[in-house]
């Protein structure tokens, strides 16, 4: 296909942004495969059409249409909306319009590159004819993730609650898959039974997300997880735990991080990753600690025509921050009666971890924030080692391997750095069932232990 070269300014403003999601299919990036499909299924229970896009499939079209500076996954996702835009208009032919989708890219207000994603997208959308009338729904950090506008007023808060509680459940499931595949009693029947648990938890979803009707969700979820446990052997003994923190796409992304968590498994582990909820509850915390940090300043200046709107601002992210604590660990307490899942960590408590130390300064942001804090909380907790996931040249990423690297070789805990771009480095096997093997060797010296 001919593209063309002049770039449209315009379109940043008016083809990147919140749209409304009534007349148009919602197209969700599979970032992890259990959270995408159930948000994608709670939309459709508020009668939005969303469906997940394919992924991996246009990688060629994605490395074709970047420089090789940018982030992997913004080249993954590239190629997974071009693949979907070619692949759809030669389905649909002539009654192929772009402008029927809104292609959904969340972005991060800060020091990194996730800000630029959708405007260079945007761009590269733009240079082909007849791809520049899909719009990029970008959700931003700056305000939380709010999704006012995509649907009518009365039903955004509602949308919001149900999609958080898709992105728990899915951070479970995933939890569930990594607690009881080491232990299969037959090899590769976890996967296989996930992947039936997904469909049921899908349609759980599809008939009680728009009604908020959690209870039921939950019952579902629980009967999955009486599923899962049973491919369990008791015979398999416990193995080295290792602690997985990083950057969010990659570590959660199975293809783009070349299944790392099977690799590990592979050689003896059972692996706990970071989740994605983690994330979510770091932007309302963050900008609940802003609105904070705000409002002290105001009052110390005598500012009081600005309180108003920063009292108004600390009680939204306030309250996103206890409603979505406040679920979680109403959904862990229920599933961690029947498996012993490890809990997730509350953001206070990370930025607590990282100030007693002196390690780095939630001021600072980023995902290091969570990175380097979760990795010095999976010490405490005995974990037998540590792997840090990430697109080669994350600066986040990078960022936290400095700070963590030399820590942990004082620590005498097995640390190992992945960074991950479209290649496949060689030594990398090798890496691992050498780092398997320190964690082994941590895990006869203290025992296993872990939340
Ligand atoms: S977090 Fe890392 S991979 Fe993501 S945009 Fe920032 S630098 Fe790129």
Same mark, same amino acid.
């Given at each position: 296909?001919?593209?063309?070269?002049?770039?449209?300014?315009?379109?940043?403003?008016?083809?990147?942004?919140?749209?409304?999601?009534?007349?148009?299919?919602? =197209? %969700?990036?599979?970032?992890?495969?259990?959270?995408?499909?159930?948000?994608?299924?709670?939309?459709?229970?508020?009668?939005?059409?969303?469906?997940?896009?394919?992924?991996?499939?246009?990688?060629?079209?994605?490395?074709?249409?970047?420089?090789?500076?940018?982030?992997?996954?913004?080249?993954?996702?590239?190629?997974?909306?071009?693949?979907?835009?070619?692949?759809?208009?030669?389905?649909?032919?002539?009654?192929?319009?772009?402008?029927?989708?809104?292609?959904?890219?969340?972005?991060?207000?800060?020091?990194?590159?996730?800000?630029?994603?959708?405007?260079?997208?945007?761009?590269?959308?733009?240079?082909?004819?007849?791809?520049?009338?899909?719009?990029?729904?970008?959700?931003?950090?700056?305000?939380?993730?709010?999704?006012?506008?995509?649907?009518?007023?009365?039903?955004?808060?509602?949308?919001?609650?149900?999609?958080?509680?898709?992105?728990?459940?899915?951070? %479970?499931?995933?939890?569930?898959?990594?607690?009881?595949?080491?232990?299969?009693?037959?090899?590769?029947?976890?996967?296989?039974?996930?992947?039936?648990?997904?469909?049921?938890?899908?349609?759980?979803?599809?008939?009680?997300?728009?009604?908020?009707?959690?209870?039921?969700?939950?019952?579902?979820?629980?009967?999955?997880?009486?599923?899962?446990?049973?491919?369990?052997?008791?015979?398999?003994?416990?193995?080295?735990?290792?602690?997985?923190?990083?950057?969010?796409?990659?570590?959660?992304?199975?293809?783009?991080?070349?299944?790392? %968590?099977?690799? =590990?498994?592979?050689?003896?582990?059972?692996?706990?990753?970071?989740?994605?909820?983690?994330?979510?509850?770091?932007?309302?915390?963050?900008?609940?600690?802003?609105?904070?940090?705000?409002?002290?300043?105001?009052?110390?200046?005598?500012?009081?025509?600005?309180?108003?709107?920063?009292?108004?601002?600390?009680?939204?992210?306030?309250?996103? =921050?206890?409603?979505?604590?406040?679920?979680?660990?109403?959904?862990?307490?229920?599933?961690?009666?029947?498996?012993?899942?490890?809990?997730?960590?509350?953001?206070?408590?990370?930025?607590?971890?990282?100030?007693?130390?002196?390690?780095?300064?939630?001021?600072?942001?980023?995902?290091?924030?969570?990175?380097?804090?979760?990795?010095?909380?999976?010490?405490?907790?005995?974990?037998?080692?540590?792997?840090?996931?990430?697109?080669?040249?994350?600066?986040?990423?990078?960022?936290?391997?400095?700070?963590?690297?030399?820590?942990?070789?004082?620590?005498?805990?097995?640390?190992?750095?992945?960074?991950?771009?479209?290649?496949?480095?060689?030594?990398?096997?090798?890496? %691992?069932?050498?780092?398997?093997?320190?964690?082994?060797?941590?895990?006869?010296?203290?025992?296993?232990?872990?939340?």
């Amino acid at each position: 296909m001919q593209t063309n070269n002049v770039i449209n300014f315009e379109s940043f403003g008016n083809k990147v942004g919140r749209f409304s999601l009534k007349e148009r299919t919602c =197209l %969700i990036p599979e970032m992890n495969r259990q959270g995408s499909h159930l948000l994608a299924a709670n939309f459709r229970s508020f009668g939005i059409r969303a469906m997940v896009l394919e992924t991996f499939e246009g990688m060629d079209l994605g490395m074709a249409h970047t420089s090789g500076k940018e982030c992997f996954p913004c080249q993954i996702t590239m190629g997974d909306i071009l693949h979907f835009l070619q692949q759809e208009s030669a389905r649909l032919g002539p009654e192929f319009d772009a402008d029927a989708y809104v292609y959904f890219l969340p972005e991060a207000d800060g020091p990194c590159r996730f800000g630029m994603y959708n405007k260079y997208q945007r761009i590269v959308l733009d240079s082909f004819p007849g791809f520049s009338g899909l719009r990029i729904g970008a959700l931003t950090t700056a305000d939380g993730y709010s999704l006012e506008g995509i649907i009518e007023k009365t039903r955004v808060r509602d949308l919001r609650k149900s999609s958080y509680v898709a992105l728990v459940v899915g951070d %479970i499931l995933d939890r569930l898959l990594w607690r009881v595949r080491p232990y299969e009693r037959e090899t590769g029947l976890t996967d296989l039974v996930m992947e039936k648990c997904l469909t049921f938890m899908m349609d759980a979803f599809e008939r009680f997300g728009q009604h908020l009707k959690f209870d039921q969700i939950f019952a579902r979820l629980e009967a999955v997880i009486e599923e899962v446990k049973a491919v369990m052997d008791p015979k398999i003994p416990p193995k080295p735990l290792i602690g997985m923190v990083g950057e969010i796409y990659l570590r959660t992304h199975v293809k783009a991080n070349q299944d790392v %968590i099977c690799m =590990l498994e592979k050689y003896g582990a059972e692996v706990v990753n970071a989740s994605v909820s983690e994330w979510v509850n770091f932007t309302s915390y963050d900008q609940f600690r802003s609105a904070r940090t705000a409002l002290r300043f105001s009052l110390k200046q005598l500012r009081f025509d600005l309180l108003k709107d920063q009292l108004k601002a600390l009680f939204t992210y306030g309250g996103d =921050l206890f409603y979505q604590e406040h679920r979680q660990r109403q959904i862990y307490k229920r599933v961690t009666r029947l498996i012993d899942l490890a809990k997730d960590h509350k953001v206070s408590h990370l930025e607590d971890v990282l100030k007693e130390q002196d390690l780095y300064s939630f001021d600072l942001g980023t995902e290091a924030c969570l990175s380097i804090a979760g990795m010095m909380d999976y010490v405490r907790e005995g974990y037998n080692g540590l792997v840090n996931v990430y697109p080669f040249t994350c600066m986040p990423s990078i960022t936290t391997s400095s700070i963590v690297r030399p820590l942990m070789n004082r620590l005498r805990v097995p640390y190992l750095d992945t960074p991950y771009d479209a290649s496949t480095q060689p030594g990398r096997e090798s890496a %691992i069932r050498t780092f398997m093997y320190q964690a082994d060797q941590h895990c006869k010296r203290y025992g296993r232990h872990g939340s």
